[in-house]
C-alpha cells in the first residue's frame, strides 16, 4: 500500500511517558547524532523543506516528535544524542525519556537509524543500535550524506558501518542522501511494506 506523503501533519511532542502516542498503528522510529541530520532525513522522505525541524544549533530536539503520515504510520523523531554542548541535566533528562520509550512494549514498529555515511559510527551510535536491537523491531540503517563520499569510499565505508554497529544480520544498510535524494525510494517502499 503506497503512502500519500503530501497528507502529513505534526501530532504532538511528548516530553514524557505519558505524552506516548499507544495506537494500533505503525510507528516508524527515526534516530540518530545530533548533526548527522535526522530532521533533513525525516524532510527527505515526506518532500518537505522544513516540515521537521532543521536546527542550526545541534541538539536542540528536546522531545519526541509525532508526524501522522496520511493517517496510516507515524513518523517518530527522537531527540538527537551526543552533542557535546548540552547541559548534564538536559542530558539525564533526554536519557530518562529514551529509557521509558525503549522500556515500554509496542510503541516501535520499525526503527531507522541514521549515521554518517564518511566516518565510524561512534559510541553513541553503537549504544543507540543495542537499544534499537533490544526491542527485537526491524532495523533500517540510513547511512546518510553520501553525496559527500567518492565512489571508492561507498563500499569500505559501508562495511565498517555493518561491522560497528551491533544490529542483526538480517539489517537492511541503505545509502541514503538528504540533499539528491539518493536512497529516499529505498526507504520509503521499507515504511510502505509495513502498511
Not at 114 to 139: E, K, L, N, Y
Not at 146 to 169: A, G, H, M, Q
Amino acid at each position: 500500500m503506497s503512502l500519500n506523503i503530501h497528507n502529513v501533519s505534526f501530532v504532538k511532542s511528548a516530553a514524557s511517558a505519558a505524552d506516548f502516542i499507544r495506537a494500533p498503528r505503525p510507528s516508524v522510529v527515526f534516530a540518530g547524532k545530533s548533526n548527522v541530520g535526522k530532521s533533513s532525513v525525516i524532510n527527505r522522505l515526506l518532500c518537505r523543506k522544513s516540515f521537521a525541524r532543521v536546527s542550526a544549533q545541534p541538539g536542540k530536539t528536546a522531545h519526541i516528535n509525532y508526524f501522522d503520515v496520511d493517517g496510516k504510520v507515524y513518523f517518530v523523531d527522537l531527540p538527537g544524542y551526543g552533542y557535546a554542548k548540552v547541559p548534564d541535566a538536559e542530558r539525564r533528562r533526554w536519557s530518562s525519556l529514551m529509557e521509558s520509550f525503549f522500556s515500554e512494549k509496542g510503541l516501535i514498529s520499525l526503527c531507522v537509524m541514521i549515521v554518517d555515511s564518511r566516518h565510524r559510527p561512534t559510541a553513541d551510535d553503537v549504544t543507540m543500535a543495542r537499544w534499537f536491537a533490544d526491542t527485537g523491531c526491524q532495523v533500517v540503517v540510513a547511512a546518510n550524506k553520501c553525496d559527500k563520499l567518492r565512489k571508492s569510499e561507498v563500499e569500505p565505508n559501508l562495511t565498517l558501518i555493518r561491522e560497528t554497529l551491533p544490529l542483526p544480520e538480517d539489517t537492511q544498510y541503505i545509502l541514503f542522501s538528504a540533499e539528491k535524494g539518493t536512497g529516499r525510494g529505498e526507504l520509503l517502499s521499507r515504511i510502505e511494506a509495513l502498511i
